[in-house]
């Protein structure tokens, strides 16, 4: 884990958050899920390159970290868990909570404080709970937001129509030519992501642009739903 850190592997940190997180070991989920996801909110025209596969295990992940995210910012008393003051480097001490410089906290602290500190800070219970609800929301505000818009331009789950008519020559085609039932859970598994980011994205404080395409997407799944019931089609859940 940690040499795939010091390397910036992401499609292997990808990989071990996602085991992790199904493994149960949030901590370690977390901190891969995290790293893998730094740089993603200025590569987010990448999307439209990725193959189906790659874009179902970007959305597998980033719902993970979005899910760790809010399960921290929904616990009434972080500050108190010992496995939360490992993750963000910080220390309990005469009712006070210990930020270190150089960490992650301390370094989103000065915005929010009024007279900014170059050495390590105590704050108050009250300031530290307003802080790490706020960063952690926005970091998966800001992720959530960038992987939708990047998202409304991927077609590579669209059936290509000249291949449905007769035979695509086209060596460039990135739409799908062999509509089976792995097209099918794919293409369903993308919708399904979508729709719970525009849900999570309610919880994290985001805007409601993507409401009106969510209810398309949502008579996408039903139409889809209903088709795969009539010809066999296994219904796509996620894991």
């Not at 760790?68 to 008393?77: C, K, N």
């Not at 309990?92 to 210990?98: E, F, G, L, T, W």
């Not at 802080?131 to 590579?156: E, F, T």
């Amino acid at each position: 884990m940690f040499e795939a850190i010091r390397s910036g592997e992401t499609d292997r940190l990808m990989t071990l958050g996602t085991t992790f997180y199904r493994g149960g070991n949030n901590s370690a989920a977390l901190l891969c899920l995290d790293h893998s996801f730094r740089d993603f909110n200025t590569q987010t025209q990448v999307l439209q390159s990725y193959t189906d596969s790659r874009i179902i295990t970007t959305a597998t992940a980033l719902h993970s970290y979005a899910l760790l995210i809010q399960e921290i910012a929904i616990i009434p008393d972080p500050w108190a868990r010992g496995s939360i003051q490992k993750l963000f480097s910080f220390f309990v001490q005469s009712k006070r909570i210990c930020l270190p410089r150089g960490t992650f906290l301390y370094g989103c602290s000065q915005d929010f404080l009024r007279h900014p500190s170059s050495d390590d800070i105590a704050v108050e219970v009250r300031f530290f709970y307003h802080l790490l609800r706020s960063v952690l929301r926005q970091r998966v505000r800001m992720l959530l937001h960038a992987y939708c818009d990047g998202c409304l331009k991927v077609r590579v789950f669209d059936p290509c129509e000249v291949s449905v008519a007769g035979r695509c020559e086209r060596a460039d085609c990135t739409r799908q030519h062999k509509l089976d039932h792995d097209w099918f859970d794919k293409r369903m598994g993308f919708h399904l992501y979508l729709i719970d980011f525009s849900n999570l994205l309610q919880f994290f404080g985001g805007d409601r642009r993507y409401l009106r395409f969510v209810s398309k997407l949502s008579q996408v799944v039903s139409t889809l739903t209903t088709r795969s019931e009539v010809s066999g089609m296994s219904d796509y859940t996620m894991s």
